[in-house]
């Protein structure tokens, strides 16, 4: 006879010859497994812009992670310097060198990135959001700002045509607001510029504005 609650040996064999164990009481519950802790999903928080304090941009990812980039002057180029904050405490300093210009979506893009890169103090899921913040959110807000900067330089060349007088006036201001605008981004006047007639370079000149326009709009 089998003690209550226990399978007979006859069973037993039985019920091990088809893989089922029986090495316990019958009537006991089966045990459940552990889970095994979770690391919690950080929250994708609102996208903050970057600001300047001085000559520090601050790029605000989150409110626990925070970088400060800047830029300083050398003797074969420029470096840009970058501080990743967790909780209001620095805990990585990054560095990268050029020589003349970046091919960067934006100002201090690859430093900042590689400050996240580097860190040991993040988790991944945070490494994750500061990575997107960088490389997906900011390349958004920096494409809105500049079309968006670009269509109002459009708008102030446009007001040569109320400014001026004679087609040269009218040219002249829509010249000079272009460049002014444009220095340092790319804009580059044909070397044959002051030979071309008046109405050569309205026609080219209200090319430029209809564009710059339209990506503002």
């Known amino acids: 006879m089998a003690r209550k609650g226990w399978f007979n040996e ?7 010859s088809k893989g089922i164990s029986t090495g316990r009481k019958v009537d006991e519950p089966m045990p459940m497994p552990t889970p095994k802790p979770k ?12 600001y300047q304090e001085g000559e520090d941009t601050i790029f605000p990812i989150s409110d626990r992670i925070k970088i400060i980039a ?21 805990v990585t300093d990054t560095k990268i060198h050029y020589i003349n210009r970046t091919w960067e979506s934006y100002d201090f893009q690859s430093v ?14 945070e490494r994750e959001m500061a990575m997107a913040y960088i490389h ?4 958004k807000y920096e ?14 060349a446009q007001l040569g045509e109320v400014f001026g007088s004679t087609q040269k006036e009218k040219n002249d201001w829509k010249a000079r607001m272009l460049k002014a605008g444009l220095e340092g981004k ?8 002051d030979t071309l ?19 503002g709009e």
């Not at 997906?136 to 390349?139: A, E, G, L, Q």
């Open 39 to 50: 690391i919690p999903e950080p929250e994708k928080p609102k996208f903050n812009p970057p």
């Open 70 to 90: 800047y830029y300083k002057k050398m003797r074969d180029g420029f470096n840009h310097y970058a501080t990743l904050y967790i909780d209001g405490e620095p």
């Open 186 to 193: 790319g804009l580059e006047m044909p070397e044959d510029w």
């Open 10 to 16: 006859s069973h037993r064999h039985a019920l091990a």
């Open 197 to 215: 007639d008046e109405e050569t370079k309205e026609a080219r000149l209200n090319k430029v504005i209809a564009m710059m326009k339209q990506g």
């Open 112 to 125: 900042i990135a590689q400050a996240v890169d580097m860190t040991k103090a993040l988790t991944p899921p």
């Open 136 to 139: 997906k959110d900011m390349d």
């Open 143 to 156: 494409h809105a700002r500049v079309n968006a900067e670009f269509g109002m330089i459009g708008k102030i």
